[in-house]
C-alpha cells in the first residue's frame, strides 16, 4: 500500500511527463511511458491531459488496464478510443430507405440482394463523396465486403473524395498501412475546403499520431497548411490537436535550420511537389530538386503558414515596462488566482508572449501547463489566448530539441527532474545536459 508521498509523488510526476511528452517524438513518448512505475503510468491514463499522440501510442503498446483508465479519463476528450465504447455518433448507421433507390438505379441490382464487391464500393464512394461523410457512411453501413489492398490501389490510381476518405477511417477496420495509403495521395481536386477534414480524423480516431500524419500526407503543401489550420466551421483541430500537429511540422523543418535561402527555396518548391514534407525538406537540403514549373499559383495560406512555422528573431526588450513584466514572471504571487490575473494582463498589453512565460516562468513545470498561467478551463480549446499557447508550445518544442535531441535517455533525465525543479526551463535544461546536481532548490 503507497503512503501519502508516495501517492504525491506518482501523481506530480505524471502531471509533468503528461506535458513534457507533448513535445516529444514517438519513440521517446513510447519509451518514458514504459519506464514508469505502474502507480504513475496509472494516475498517466487516468488523470491528465493527454496529447493526442500519446493517447494514441499508448493505447497502441499499452496493456489492457492502461486502456481502460484512458477510457475513463475524462480529460481525453474528441476520439472514441479505437477497441473502447466511442460517441454514439461514430456508430454504424442504418441507411435511409431514400437512398436505396438511387443505389439500386447506379448498381443495376438491388443493394441489399448481396455485399457489395470492392469495385461496386469504390464506385460509390467515388460519386456520393464530395458532400461530406454522411451518404459515403450509410454506403459503408451496407453489406459489403471491401479488400484494403485493392481499395487503396483504387485510391492510388484515382483519389477517393475526403468525404468518402473520412467514412472510411470512421465506420472501416482498415489497416494502418491502408490508412497512411490513403493519405498518401493527393485529395481529389473537387474537394476544396474539406482536403483537411481526413488527416484530422485520422489523428482524432487515433489511427495515426501527428508524426505519422507528418510522414504520410502528401503533396507536402497540405502538410505546412495542416500545421497552421485556420479555423473553420468544420471539423478543424482542437487547440491542443492544432499545437502537437504544429510540433510535428517545426520536427519535420528542423533540417532547414534558420538559414533564409533554404526557407525559400521550400518556399518556391512547395507548392508544386507531390511528395511528403520529409521528402520535400530532403530535396532542399541536398539541393537535388528539379526546377518548379511556375504552373502552381502562390498560395497565401501557404506563405502564411510557413511564415509561422519559420524561426524568428527574438524582439528587442529595451522597453521598461517590459523588462518590469518579465520579471515578475519569476516572483511568485501571493495566490495562483493572482498569478494568473496579472500573467493575463502582461499578455493582453502585449508587454510578455507565449515564448516570453516558456522562457522566463518558475518552475519550469508550471511554464509548461498552461493552465498555470492562463487558467484552467473545462475544456482544452476554450482558452482564449491560442497564440500565446501555440508560441508557448512552439518555443518549448524549440528549447527541448535543441537541449535533449532524440535521445530516450536525456528526456527521462529532464522528466525525472522536472517535478522538484524550481527554476526555468532553461535553466532545468542546461543542468541536465552539463550534469551534476540539477536541484534548484536549497
Same mark, same amino acid.
Given at each position: 500500500?503507497?503512503?501519502?508521498?508516495? &501517492?504525491?509523488?506518482?501523481?506530480?510526476?505524471?502531471? *509533468?511527463?503528461?506535458?513534457?511528452?507533448?513535445?516529444?517524438?514517438?519513440?521517446?513518448?513510447?519509451?518514458?511511458?514504459?519506464?514508469?512505475? #505502474?502507480?504513475?503510468?496509472?494516475?498517466? *491514463?487516468? &488523470?491528465?491531459?493527454?496529447?493526442?499522440?500519446?493517447?494514441?501510442?499508448?493505447?497502441?503498446?499499452?496493456?489492457?488496464? %492502461?486502456?481502460?483508465?484512458?477510457?475513463?479519463?475524462?480529460?481525453?476528450?474528441?476520439?472514441?478510443?479505437?477497441?473502447?465504447?466511442?460517441?454514439?455518433?461514430?456508430?454504424?448507421?442504418?441507411?435511409?430507405?431514400?437512398?436505396?433507390?438511387?443505389?439500386?438505379?447506379?448498381?443495376?441490382?438491388?443493394?441489399?440482394?448481396?455485399?457489395? /464487391?470492392?469495385?461496386?464500393? /469504390?464506385?460509390?464512394?467515388?460519386?456520393?463523396? #464530395?458532400?461530406?461523410? #454522411?451518404?459515403?457512411?450509410?454506403?459503408?453501413?451496407?453489406?459489403? /465486403?471491401?479488400?484494403?489492398?485493392?481499395?487503396?490501389?483504387?485510391?492510388? =490510381?484515382?483519389?477517393?473524395?475526403?468525404?468518402?476518405?473520412?467514412?472510411?477511417?470512421?465506420?472501416?477496420?482498415?489497416?494502418?498501412?491502408?490508412?497512411?495509403?490513403?493519405?498518401?495521395?493527393?485529395?481529389?481536386?473537387? &474537394?476544396?475546403?474539406? !482536403?483537411?477534414?481526413?488527416?484530422?480524423?485520422?489523428?482524432?480516431?487515433?489511427?495515426? /499520431?501527428?508524426?505519422?500524419?507528418?510522414?504520410?500526407?502528401?503533396?507536402?503543401?497540405?502538410?505546412?497548411?495542416?500545421?497552421?489550420?485556420?479555423?473553420?466551421?468544420?471539423?478543424?483541430?482542437?487547440? $491542443?490537436?492544432?499545437?502537437?500537429?504544429?510540433?510535428?511540422?517545426?520536427?519535420?523543418? =528542423?533540417?532547414?535550420? %534558420?538559414?533564409?535561402?533554404?526557407?525559400?527555396?521550400?518556399?518556391?518548391?512547395?507548392?508544386?511537389?507531390?511528395?511528403?514534407? $520529409?521528402?520535400?525538406? @530532403?530535396?532542399?537540403?541536398?539541393?537535388?530538386?528539379?526546377?518548379?514549373?511556375?504552373?502552381?499559383?502562390?498560395?497565401?495560406?501557404?506563405?502564411?503558414?510557413?511564415?509561422?512555422? @519559420?524561426?524568428?528573431?527574438?524582439?528587442?526588450?529595451?522597453?521598461?515596462?517590459?523588462?518590469?513584466?518579465?520579471?515578475?514572471?519569476?516572483?511568485?504571487?501571493?495566490?495562483?488566482?493572482?498569478?494568473?490575473? !496579472?500573467?493575463?494582463? *502582461?499578455?493582453?498589453?502585449?508587454?510578455?508572449?507565449?515564448?516570453?512565460?516558456?522562457?522566463?516562468?518558475? $518552475?519550469? *513545470?508550471?511554464?509548461?501547463?498552461? %493552465?498555470?498561467?492562463?487558467? %484552467?478551463? &473545462?475544456?482544452?480549446?476554450?482558452?482564449?489566448?491560442?497564440?500565446?499557447?501555440?508560441?508557448?508550445?512552439?518555443?518549448?518544442?524549440?528549447?527541448?530539441?535543441?537541449?535533449?535531441?532524440?535521445?530516450?535517455?536525456?528526456? !527521462?533525465?529532464?522528466?525525472?527532474?522536472?517535478?522538484?525543479?524550481?527554476?526555468?526551463?532553461?535553466?532545468?535544461?542546461? =543542468?541536465?545536459?552539463?550534469?551534476?546536481?540539477?536541484?534548484?532548490?536549497?
Amino acid at each position: 500500500m503507497p503512503t501519502a508521498e508516495q &501517492d504525491r509523488t506518482s501523481r506530480r510526476l505524471a502531471w *509533468c511527463v503528461a506535458h513534457l511528452l507533448r513535445h516529444a517524438p514517438d519513440h521517446v513518448v513510447i519509451d518514458t511511458t514504459r519506464r514508469l512505475d #505502474r502507480p504513475t503510468l496509472k494516475y498517466l *491514463c487516468r &488523470d491528465e491531459w493527454l496529447a493526442a499522440s500519446t493517447v494514441t501510442l499508448l493505447l497502441r503498446h499499452g496493456t489492457e488496464a %492502461d486502456r481502460g483508465y484512458i477510457a475513463r479519463n475524462p480529460r481525453v476528450v474528441g476520439r472514441p478510443l479505437p477497441g473502447l465504447p466511442g460517441p454514439a455518433r461514430y456508430a454504424r448507421r442504418r441507411t435511409p430507405p431514400e437512398l436505396l433507390p438511387v443505389l439500386h438505379a447506379e448498381l443495376g441490382r438491388d443493394p441489399e440482394a448481396e455485399p457489395l /464487391t470492392t469495385a461496386e464500393l /469504390t464506385a460509390l464512394l467515388r460519386r456520393h463523396g #464530395r458532400r461530406g461523410p #454522411r451518404v459515403p457512411l450509410d454506403v459503408l453501413a451496407l453489406p459489403h /465486403t471491401a479488400d484494403p489492398a485493392l481499395l487503396l490501389a483504387e485510391h492510388t =490510381r484515382r483519389p477517393l473524395p475526403a468525404g468518402s476518405v473520412e467514412a472510411l477511417l470512421l465506420a472501416a477496420d482498415l489497416p494502418r498501412e491502408t490508412v497512411r495509403g490513403l493519405l498518401a495521395t493527393a485529395a481529389a481536386p473537387a &474537394d476544396g475546403r474539406t !482536403w483537411h477534414r481526413p488527416a484530422v480524423r485520422a489523428v482524432r480516431m487515433g489511427r495515426l /499520431t501527428h508524426e505519422e500524419l507528418v510522414a504520410h500526407v502528401a503533396p507536402a503543401r497540405h502538410t505546412l497548411l495542416l500545421g497552421h489550420l485556420p479555423e473553420r466551421r468544420s471539423l478543424r483541430w482542437t487547440l $491542443p490537436e492544432q499545437a502537437g500537429m504544429q510540433t510535428a511540422v517545426m520536427r519535420a523543418l =528542423r533540417p532547414l535550420g %534558420d538559414d533564409p535561402r533554404l526557407w525559400a527555396e521550400l518556399l518556391r518548391h512547395a507548392p508544386g511537389h507531390p511528395g511528403s514534407l $520529409p521528402a520535400l525538406v @530532403a530535396g532542399v537540403v541536398e539541393g537535388t530538386l528539379p526546377r518548379p514549373d511556375g504552373a502552381a499559383e502562390p498560395d497565401p495560406g501557404l506563405a502564411r503558414a510557413v511564415r509561422r512555422l @519559420a524561426p524568428t528573431a527574438a524582439e528587442p526588450s529595451g522597453d521598461v515596462e517590459r523588462e518590469l513584466a518579465l520579471a515578475s514572471l519569476a516572483v511568485p504571487m501571493e495566490s495562483v488566482e493572482e498569478d494568473i490575473r !496579472w500573467v493575463r494582463d *502582461c499578455l493582453d498589453r502585449g508587454l510578455i508572449t507565449g515564448v516570453d512565460v516558456i522562457r522566463h516562468k518558475l $518552475p519550469a *513545470c508550471w511554464a509548461l501547463d498552461e %493552465d498555470q498561467w492562463l487558467g %484552467d478551463v &473545462d475544456h482544452p480549446d476554450r482558452h482564449d489566448h491560442p497564440d500565446a499557447v501555440l508560441a508557448a508550445h512552439a518555443e518549448a518544442y524549440r528549447l527541448l530539441t535543441v537541449a535533449l535531441g532524440e535521445d530516450p535517455e536525456a528526456w !527521462w533525465r529532464t522528466a525525472r527532474t522536472l517535478p522538484d525543479f524550481a527554476g526555468t526551463l532553461p535553466h532545468l535544461l542546461l =543542468r541536465v545536459t552539463e550534469g551534476g546536481s540539477v536541484s534548484g532548490r536549497p
